[in-house]
C-alpha cells in the first residue's frame, strides 16, 4: 500500500471530530477473530487515518474482552504505520488533575491475559524489546502538539494496566499511589505490545477523569464523574489529533518500525504455514 495511515484508538466522540472527511465503515476480518468493531477510514488534517472505536459503538464491550491481536493487525492490514491512542485514566498523584493530559512513557502490567497479547506461538518465537513501550517520536509530536494549544500537559508518567471492569479498592488504589506510579487504565498495555509486535509506531495521549480512590477529599470515582469529563476531553482530544497529525511523517523510519528486525528467533523456512499466513501483514518483510 503506498499511503501509510495513521491509526486512532478511542471513543466514540472522536469520530464526530470536525475535519474528518470520507468517512467510510469497513469491516475487516482478521484470523484472530472480530475486531472490536468496523474500521472508520477517512482524512484528516490532509492525512489519511483510520478509526476504531476501542469498546465497539455504543461501548458494548469490557476492557477484559477486548481483542487486541484483532484491533492491530486489522490496523496493520489497512496499511497503519502509526496509532494514537486516546484513554480515559485515573490520576494517582494530586499534579495529575482531572481534565488534563499524561503523554505516559511506561507501563506496568496487572491483567493476566498475556497469551492474548502476542501474535507469536504456533511455531514462531519472537521477543520484541519493550523497555521503552511507547514510540519516543510519536510521543514527542504529542506532547509539541498539547504545549502548542495551551493545554496542561505532562511529559511522561507510568501507565497501571488493571483489569476491571470494576474501578480498584481504596487499598489498592492508596498502594499505587505510595508506588510514585502515575496513572490507571484498562486498555493501553496490551494494545502497545501488540503494535510494537505490528511495528507500529505507538503512543498514548492519556486523558485524566478522576483521581482514581486514594485521594480521600476527594468525591471517589463513580461512572457518572469519568462520563462528565470524558465528554470534556474529547473535545481536548480532538484538538490535538488536528494539530499532530499533519506533523507525523509520511514514511515509517522510526525504530518502532523496524522491531522485529533482532526479535524473530525462529528461521523462515520452520514457520508453520497456517501461522505465516495468519501473520502475512506482519511478517511479509522478513520472509
Known sequence: MATHRIGIIGGSGLYEIEGFLGQKWVRVKTPFGAPSDE??????????????????????ILPSELNHRANIWAMKSLGV????????????QKKYRPCDIVVIDQFLDRTKNSAGHTFFGKGIVAHVAFADPVCSELRGLIVRASKDLRFRVHNGG???????????????????????LDVIGMTNLAEAKCAREAEISYATLAMVTDYDCWKVDEAHVTVELVLENLRRNAHTAQDILRTVIPRIPAKPEWPSHDALRNAIMTGPALWPKATRRALAPILKKYE
Not at 504505520?81 to 494517582?92: C, E, F, N, R, T
Not at 507510568?158 to 510514585?180: K, L
Open 81 to 92: 504505520a502509526w496509532i494514537v491512542s486516546v484513554s480515559a485514566v485515573g490520576s494517582l
Open 39 to 60: 474500521m472508520l477510514t477517512g482524512s484528516l488534517s490532509g492525512r489519511d487515518v483510520v478509526f476504531l472505536p476501542r469498546h465497539g459503538r455504543g461501548h458494548c
Open 158 to 180: 507510568t501507565y497501571v494496566n488493571m483489569e476491571g471492569p470494576a474501578f480498584s479498592t481504596r487499598a489498592e488504589s492508596i498502594a499505587n499511589h505510595r508506588a510514585g
